[in-house]
């Protein structure tokens, strides 16, 4: 965060988002990214770790899962932010025809989250793009199978409310 007040740091960064949500409907796709370019200045480009995180539990070597429910509510909307931000720089990327970009940007997101189906969509659009086509036919396969078990999970739910 840039400043002592994380909450202010949240809210300029979620203006920006907003104004490069505006600038990317309108066509302005330069606006668009340097809105969300200006998010890090606000909050950062790495999500927080906590101290458990760093120096890992057990000696195993590994960190810990990340637990979003140890986190503080405003840390967990920034985290969010700034995937969304990392996001929205690929979708751009994908509209100006910068694969590479493109590319990198969701690497980025699914870096912290695998299941992101937006960046593995576009991921395996720019990798396609790329002519990685066992890449992209991965992120593509990956990204229907996380749709598909979210469709049943949701048919499940339905069931055992039912019941």
């Not at 986190?71 to 509209?95: G, H, I, S, W």
């Not at 990198?104 to 395996?124: M, Q, S, Y």
């Amino acid at each position: 965060m840039s400043s002592k007040d994380p909450q202010a740091d949240y809210d300029q960064a979620l203006a920006l988002k907003d104004a490069g949500n505006a600038a990317f409907k309108s066509g302005d796709f330069k606006g668009a990214l340097k809105n969300y370019s200006r998010i890090f200045m606000h909050i950062g480009m790495n999500p927080c770790m906590n101290m458990s995180q760093m120096m890992g539990s057990g000696g195993s070597g590994a960190p810990p899962p990340q637990n979003q429910q140890s986190k503080d509510p405003l840390q967990q909307k920034t985290d969010a932010l700034r995937l969304k931000a990392f996001n929205n720089m690929a979708a751009v990327y994908a509209k100006m025809g910068k694969w590479d970009d493109c590319k990198e940007k969701c690497t980025r997101v699914l870096k912290h989250d695998d299941k992101n189906t937006k960046a593995l969509f576009r991921r395996g659009m720019a990798q396609r793009k790329l002519n990685l086509y066992e890449l992209a036919r991965a992120d593509l396969e990956k990204a229907k199978e996380i749709l598909k078990d979210k469709k049943r999970s949701s048919n499940w739910e339905r069931i055992k409310i039912i019941e």
